[in-house]
């Protein structure tokens, strides 16, 4: 998941066209089945992760640091994904790199209830 991770970065990061198709291009190349499946489909806008919202996501952040925080961060930088990215704490790393299948599977196959936990724990 590292990796995807990385990808995502550069292509933010990266301005020219050509160069983000060889980003793609060297990840794909790569990266093994199933892993490349899910990267491919969370780029296209198919992945399909009902149970993970962006409420819930807020929720988790929400827990991690000060609310009056989070709520000033979000309205500075303007986007929720990003405001996570940026205030969760602790990121690191070290940690055990989670293959993307391997994720995507936890957050498919994981309850309702137990979704928080399992997400808190991958990141």
Do not use: C
């Not at 050509?18 to 198919?46: C, E, V």
């Not at 992760?49 to 996501?57: A, E, I, N």
């Amino acid at each position: 998941m590292k990796a995807f991770a990385r990808l995502l970065e550069r292509l933010a990061f990266t301005a020219g066209r050509n160069a983000k198709l060889t980003l793609l291009a060297h990840y794909f190349a790569a990266t093994p089945d199933p892993d490349r499946g899910w990267a491919l489909a969370s780029l296209t806008g198919t992945l399909d992760l009902r149970q993970v919202s962006p409420s819930l996501l807020r929720r988790l952040a929400g827990e991690r640091v000060d609310e009056k925080l989070f709520d000033l961060s979000y309205d500075f930088v303007g986007d929720l994904a990003e405001t996570i990215a940026l205030i969760w704490p602790d990121v690191t790393e070290t940690g055990p790199d989670v293959p993307l299948a391997q994720a995507v599977q936890l957050l498919r196959e994981t309850s309702k209830a137990a979704l928080p936990a399992a997400i808190a724990g991958m990141l």
